[in-house]
């Protein structure tokens, strides 16, 4: 029975990445360079982006925003007159809990690739299943909020080893939780050593420079023609 | 294509349900009341779980902890003297991001039902497809931290209306956050109207007494044979 499952499991995957790397070819023509942003519910993903998106430079952004149903980011982050496309995992998807690739491409011919130099995929909130699915990114960024507490590298290690940055979002509230920041990056370092973390508040704003210098830079960094 | 998608999950849906009946009638021979406790990662379930179970009056509860990995709660819980079993998701079942009536049922013979009267279920941390699946319990709770924002019951509506209860975690940090208590509670009236609610701070003692309440007089309630 598990032998079953564990090889139906994988030819699911094995299409996925067929399809990941159709949508890395779509966005390799185009010149665009896309960022897979996850997080748990209410980490701060939207926010970070309304802080960041509004001043990068000359790198030209936009969001694909998954959610399972509704459209509440989509709209706080269009105000910033960034090119915004809504992706919904529930009517066509059957209320997914994560995007995969192909939920993705089905999005692709609504986005102006070739007027972007920065695609961020705001990812549906769960620290599971959104690991587990390449969408054809060059870069994964997993936001974990200091409320969430300092355990959830060991509890959920396949999302923190999924990422190339992980940001450490609402430090601000460091005094009013029972957060140790030693003990998490204890806990970052024995899943993912090594890991590019950045500290950020977007309510204070500690950490946001960095964060747009980290997304700025991205396509130079990959090598995208910009 | 989606036809079919759509007959597949109804399929596995049936199944589902079929198992918690099986596990409902085995709760029901041994005088059990089950809660199936769910939220976000992060949202305070199990401190709120050590705060409440430490005091239960003649009450006998048992945890039965589900998680993707580890067994970090359960052996907080343990500390307790309550008796805990430990369900992972990742070995056997494939890392899911949930718990189903099957998982469960896995795990009943190692848990002594004649010894309890009351038996929580706490789910992974997700917001999404633990609402989708009934595990055999007499309720459901879900957790939401007002560090997640006042959002929520708009962006996962499944799992707002799947619940008899809502707690409202970590009021402590109200005044710490961008967080509409009004807001929040209107939302939840679109999705669930009347549903019970329960403002609680697992660090001020806020809220814990009523809790403490709900889940002393939910066998009553249910009319189990304690």
């Not at 709209?75 to 939920?103: I, S, Y």
Request: glycine share 10%; charged share 25%.
């Amino acid at each position: 029975m598990h032998r079953t499952k564990v090889r139906v499991v994988e030819g699911v995957l094995d299409a996925n990445d067929t399809i990941a790397r159709a949508n890395r070819a779509d966005f390799d023509r185009a010149g665009v360079c896309v960022v897979n942003l996850m997080s748990a519910p209410g980490a701060g993903k939207t926010t970070l982006l309304e802080r960041v998106l509004s001043d990068l430079g000359g790198v030209r952004a936009g969001v694909l925003e998954g959610d399972v149903q509704g459209s509440l980011d989509a709209d706080r982050l269009a105000a910033l007159h960034v090119p915004v496309t809504q992706l919904n995992t529930d009517p066509g998807f059957g209320g997914e809990c994560h995007l995969d690739a192909n939920m993705v491409r089905s999005a692709l011919d609504q986005i102006a690739l070739d007027a972007l130099d920065l695609l961020v995929v705001e990812n549906v909130g769960n620290l599971v299943c959104p690991a587990e699915f390449r969408i054809g990114e060059d870069a994964r960024i997993m936001v974990s909020s200091v409320a969430e507490g300092e355990d959830k590298p060991l509890k959920y290690p396949l999302m923190f080893r999924a990422c190339e940055l992980v940001i450490v979002n609402k430090i601000d509230l460091l005094g009013h939780v029972d957060f140790d920041m030693d003990r998490f990056l204890h806990h970052l370092d024995a899943v993912h050593p090594g890991v590019s973390v950045l500290l950020t508040s977007a309510r204070t704003g500690e950490g946001i420079g960095e964060l747009r210098a980290w997304f700025a830079g991205l396509p130079q960094r990959v090598g995208a023609a910009v």
